[in-house]
């Protein structure tokens, strides 16, 4: 009897077992949005605008502080070294400058958007006479004259050439490209402009068709919207040289080089924006350079390095090196060097207005398909 209560106070008391009640089946829940969530009122951002007018703003300061020592070293210097990396940017206005010259009317005002430093406003100055037709010799001749804004974010661009450079100085308004009717000086502009053009720099705006909409806002009716954006096959070459370095080294890809409209898209982002007639056309400039490291050089200089949110800031000199000699074996040419291709897409779109010629009704026609064909 010792030994057994012995045990007993040794040995742990047994839990008890209580039945527990079979679980209710809970369905699996995943993650959906709630429907009590209201819609997003903002675009989903895919650049770091803030850091592109930085990268601008650097690249210029970057270019006049070795054309300073330059200058100190030798006294005769061709070419403005600020100026030295506009030969796109001029290439592009240049080819837009031609479509401008064959409207039938050319325009009485004109706002360049996102405009750099005005390559486009100065081109067509030379182009397009200054003085504007009047029908009535007794109006004032200041009134006679074209109107001209520039539109750009970035500071030091935008008052980068001395208006001596321009036929006509220019209004010069800082203002973002996704963000034009916010700012007032643009504000009071609503159904003024006549044209609205564009030189290459709307490739950084993530909402397109927000900037395509306030720009038809801009315009009188029977306005014009012409632009030029560069387009989704633009730098594929150096594109798939650091995709190829960056999986053989790091086994994993990062994108380097900003997103782009495809061609196939700009038609429906003009429809979407509310414009009329719309005309596209695409062409590819080819740049040959030395080396890959000297097109990422002009790339910096022209303030055109990537911009993405989330982006790596760095990128590891093994793998420059590997996109180096990969550039070189899949595309380079037989005296050494390396090509470039820039894809230029160009806008045109117009405004509804009582003058635009409108499509008859179904069934109008008077002429049988049979007796033409």
Do not use: C
């Amino acid at each position: 009897m010792l030994r057994t209560s012995l045990l007993r106070a040794v040995r742990p008391t047994a839990r008890s077992i209580t039945s527990i009640p079979p679980l209710a089946f809970i369905p699996r829940s995943y993650a959906t949005l709630s429907p009590h969530t209201p819609p997003p009122t903002t675009p989903y951002e895919v650049f770091d605008e803030p850091s592109k007018d930085s990268q601008k703003d650097r690249a210029i300061a970057r270019l006049r502080e070795a054309g300073n020592s330059s200058q100190s070293k030798s006294a005769e210097i061709d070419e403005d070294p600020v100026k030295v990396v506009d030969y796109i940017r001029e290439e592009i206005a240049e080819r837009l400058a031609e479509r401008i010259e064959d409207l039938r009317i050319p325009p009485s005002s004109i706002l360049e958007l996102a405009g750099h430093s005005g390559q486009l406003t100065q081109i067509l100055q030379e182009v397009i006479a200054d003085e504007v037709p009047s029908s009535s010799d007794q109006q004032d001749r200041q009134t006679e004259r074209r109107k001209w804004w520039i539109v750009e974010s970035s500071k030091e661009a935008l008052h980068r050439d001395d208006d001596s450079l321009f036929a006509s100085p220019p209004t010069r308004i800082q203002a973002s490209a996704s963000k034009l009717l916010e700012h007032p000086e643009i504000e009071k502009l609503r159904e003024q402009v006549e044209a609205v053009v564009s030189g290459g720099g709307l490739h950084w705006v993530g909402d397109i068709v927000g900037a395509l909409t306030q720009i038809r806002h801009l315009l009188k009716p029977d306005g014009v919207f012409v632009g030029a954006v560069l387009g989704g096959d633009t730098l594929f070459e150096l594109r798939t040289s650091l995709q190829l370095a960056e999986q053989e080294r790091r086994g994993g890809i990062a994108n380097r080089v900003s997103p782009m409209i495809n061609p196939t898209d700009a038609p429906s982002l003009l429809n979407r924006a509310g414009f009329t007639l719309t005309t596209i056309d695409v062409e590819d400039m080819t740049i040959n350079y030395p080396s890959i490291w000297e097109l990422m050089s002009d790339l910096r200089d022209m303030g055109e390095s990537n911009a993405i949110l989330g982006r790596r800031a760095h990128v590891s000199r093994d793998v420059l090196l590997a996109a180096d000699a990969i550039y070189k074996e899949l595309y380079g040419n037989e005296d050494g060097s390396v090509p470039a291709t820039f894809q230029i897409i160009f806008l045109i779109g117009w405004k509804p207005g009582p003058n635009q010629p409108q499509a008859l009704e179904r069934g109008s026609a008077t002429t049988s398909l049979k007796d033409v064909l």
